[in-house]
């Protein structure tokens, strides 16, 4: 009886909604990467089955996976070789080059202020720059800004009557160690 009464209920609601006319329905954007934040269970995988070793090393091994993740919001912590001339907002773009040459794209981590030199940067996909605490054998540096090289960093451009004309993009040298250097914002320990 129950469902005949809610589903009359809803029945009516619908029928009542139609009767007013057309209505604009609310849009939903989703700002996060959700395939980033599932990630995580990689990190839980890898870390289990270092467990299942069960030898010290292995433990060891768990454990930076635990602390220092390997799969979920990868990014870059670069040292630019001259300081920003400019403030970046958290989100700018930044274009870059991986090993092989090929773009990689990220954004800031954070707000950084003029005269700033290390700088994180955050990977559009952090399917392909997995390193944090991941064992040698499970590193992936694919999708890794090149150690040393140019990463160009977005600047929004504007005409006068403050209307947005495109992006331009600044660029500056850097170095890092794609080893040590790339992190993640996401591990289990942050939990």
Known sequence: MRKLVAAIGAAALVA?????????????????????SCAIDLDQLAMEEQLAIQTAESFDRARRIYDLGGHS???ARIMLTS???RDVPKGTKFLGKNDAGEEVAGSSYEDYETGTEVIRVYYETSEFCQVGGLPEV?????????????????????????????TSYVPYDYSYEPISDNRNGRTLAGF
């Open 73 to 75: 919001e990868s990014y």
């Open 16 to 36: 009542t909604a139609g009767a007013q006319g057309p209505q604009d329905v609310p849009v939903y954007l989703i700002s996060s990467k959700v395939s980033d």
């Open 83 to 85: 300081s920003l001339i």
């Open 138 to 166: 499970e590193v992936n540096l694919e999708g890794c800004f090149a150690s040393n090289n140019v990463i160009e960093i977005g600047e929004t451009v504007i005409d006068e009557n403050e209307i947005f004309i495109g």
